[in-house]
């Protein structure tokens, strides 16, 4: 029961960092759109690295971004 | 000194001048007490929030990025905290380069808005119902109507 899955529906779509493609060094908690876009699900949950493609610090940044945003209600919790 | 940011959010029980002049005493206290220069300040005006504070359902957001002395930002971080005219606030260390303006701020966040992506779901999904929907029933509607005509 390993291997009956295929590995293709699993595996990891290689993306490239849309942060480091524009040469941006940090994320901005202020711009919503950029977050909307990349950083939160519909339900305003964190995106996972595997689906967004970010580098790690990016999404580090990205994260701290977020919960910034949130304390500040630009972005909500939950929806 | 360093180069701050802060986002003040203002309740919106105080009327937009009344929350201005606050905004205004703000900046007054940074350069006049604390010996700290406004670099950039912006008003964004009223704003929906993102979930409820208190009985707060909107509020007036401004930008303000200011030279400051580090070691009395504890001091002023206080002092907004205990203001009851301030509903909250962030302070960072500014990020580097100009500052976005909310217009594009605004203009982003519109860009990429859930209504639109919500309604563009709708949109795809609605002519396929339609299309099934009327095959049958227009098939069903000549079928009783032949047989009237029959009967």
Known sequence: MTSTTPKTSMAKVNKKCPFCANGEKSVDYKNIGILKQYGITFFSKIKPRKYTGICLSHQKRMATAIKQARFMALVPFVK | ?151
């Open chain 2, 1 to 151: 000194m360093k180069k701050y940011e802060t986002l003040f959010l203002f309740p919106s029980d105080l009327a937009e001048t009344a929350a201005q002049k606050v905004f205004e005493e703000i900046k007054k206290r940074i350069t006049e007490d604390f010996s700290g220069t406004v670099v950039f300040s912006e008003w964004w005006g009223k704003r929906p929030l993102a979930y409820r504070i208190g009985s707060f359902n909107t509020g007036f957001y401004a930008l303000l990025q200011y030279s400051f002395p580090p070691e009395k930002l504890k001091e002023f971080d206080e002092e907004l905290r205990i203001n009851a005219k301030v509903l909250r606030f962030l302070s960072l260390i500014a990020p580097e380069g100009e500052p976005l303006s909310y217009a594009k701020l605004v203009a982003e966040e519109h860009a990429f808005s859930d209504e639109k992506s919500a309604g563009k779901r709708r949109a795809k999904k609605r002519p396929k119902r339609i299309e099934n929907l009327k095959s049958p029933q227009s098939s069903l509607l000549s079928d009783a109507s032949g047989n009237s005509e029959n009967d």
